[in-house]
């Protein structure tokens, strides 16, 4: 691993590598914290994920985001319909879906802001054909009030509050027709009545913005400066603001590689930072960039890690930090492990997919897995790259213990035909879940 300065460097921890991705994290301090992963799972750490513990494995969801108000209360959204919000009162010793919410309640709960123990935001959704909307509780969760966002925007990702009263929420909006994700550009909603009314406070750039670009993740160092990274499939850009958001500016990313599709961002200083995300169209590079300069200029960084979504700093100066992509990286003065141990820790296999690396087919795709004895239960699921389920494959009780070959032909469960894309599997067998990414044509 490449150092970053003053003796610091990324490594990865121990935490599981997740084939799609672990999609957030949070610290509430720099040992103790949490992750979620595209194998249904949240796990947590007391050690900074030299070890870790799984407190809710459910197969049925695809897990998004995660935040803790105190060590004991704390909630995470899915992208799933029938449970978008899970939460713990007791630091995630036990898990449960939120029922009751509000019929205007985002359908995936894409940003989560918990300002306090009784304060949370959350927002959605990245899919233009559901309608963007936001929710917030201001009793810890007892009662939540839910608000369209149509006016304002077309799609919604990452929220960050304040206070209860002051926070932003970033997305994109389409000037006109059907929103898509090829016509709708960025905007950064703020407001200051704790989401009655909101501003785009990137309006003055909308000439500047290209079409198929949208906000994805906020980070603020402080009140006075903040990033945004913008989601492209074609191109690598940031907004940065330098007065507490009042004005943005748009630098491309412009290292050597082309880093595209970016999603997360983060920074330890007013210049130093870091983007990550898909890398490319095609989502298989899966690059990182690093800026010394503010986002003026940008080099190669693919040592800090693969498919980075989100990034966590704890000091000022940053003394420690985490990144969360194909597993729960670490940001610190420690000594990093030789290539050697990085390559050798890799795991090539699951213990029930015979390969966890990412897949391409054409046509009909097969996937070979093991079922072992003992097992009561074996189902396969498969979601599209946007984390909507498109498919049940199997779901099969007692089934037999053995080496098997699954098959699919890119149809819905209605038998109808899907557009050629990327596709996670996540096969599970009682309790254990593993995924694998499948690149279809």
């Known amino acids: 691993m490449a150092k970053q300065g003053s003796g610091f460097q990324w490594r990865p921890t121990n935490a599981p590598t997740a084939s799609s991705r672990t999609d957030d994290i949070w ?4 040992q103790v914290g949490w992750a979620v992963n595209s194998n249904g799972q949240i796990l947590h750490t007391t050690d900074g994920f030299d070890h870790w513990t799984q407190q809710l494995h459910d197969p049925t969801v695809y897990l998004r985001c995660v935040g803790f108000a105190s060590a004991q209360r704390g909630w995470a959204g899915t992208l799933s319909k029938s449970k978008p919000l899970f939460a713990t009162l007791d630091g995630g010793q036990k898990w449960s879906a939120v029922s009751g919410l509000p019929a205007l309640a985002p359908s995936a709960v894409c940003g989560l802001s918990v300002v306090s123990e009784a304060v949370v935001f959350a927002s959605g959704t990245n899919d233009p054909k559901r309608p963007p909307r936001m929710m917030k509780t201001v009793d810890g969760g007892q009662n939540w009030t839910a608000w369209d966002m ?28 059907v929103p898509t994700r090829d016509n709708v550009k960025p905007v950064v909603l703020f407001t200051e009545d704790g989401g009655r009314t909101w501003v785009n406070r990137a309006a003055a750039l909308h000439g500047e913005f290209p079409l198929g670009e949208w906000g994805w993740k906020i980070f603020f160092r402080n009140p006075r400066v903040g990033f945004i990274s913008l989601e492209n499939f074609k191109l690598g850009a940031i907004l940065s603001t330098l007065d507490g958001g009042l004005t943005w500016k748009r630098h491309v990313v412009n290292d050597p590689q082309g880093n595209a599709n970016l999603e997360g961002i983060g920074f330890i200083d007013d210049k130093h930072g870091w983007v990550g995300g898909w890398g490319d169209a095609t989502f298989t590079r899966l690059s990182s960039s690093e800026t010394v300069d503010g986002g003026l200029n940008w080099r190669d960084a693919n ?11 704890f000091g000022d100066p940053v003394t420690i930090g985490y990144s ?11 000594p990093a492990p030789t290539r050697e141990e990085v390559l050798a820790a890799a795991p090539l296999r699951g213990e029930i997919l015979a390969a966890l690396a990412p897949l391409e087919a054409t046509g009909p795709a097969t996937l070979d897995i093991t079922v072992p004895h003992d097992a009561s239960r074996l189902t396969v699921r498969i979601w599209d790259r946007f984390g909507e389920q498109v498919r049940t494959l199997l779901d099969e009780a007692n089934p037999t213990p053995a080496a098997r070959e699954l098959r699919w032909d890119r149809t819905d469960d209605a038998g109808q035909p899907l557009p050629p894309g990327f596709f996670i599997w996540r096969v599970t067998v009682d309790d254990r879940s593993e995924s694998r990414l499948v690149k279809m044509s």
């Open 150 to 177: 149509r006016p304002w925007a077309d799609i919604l990702i990452d929220t960050y509050f304040t206070s209860p009263d002051r926070g932003w929420v970033v997305g994109g909006k389409a000037d006109e027709g």
């Open 303 to 313: 040592e800090i890690g693969k498919a980075i979504n989100r990034f966590r700093f």
């Open 27 to 30: 610290f509430n301090d720099p």
């Open 324 to 334: 969360s992509g194909e597993t729960v990286y670490k940001y610190s003065s420690e």
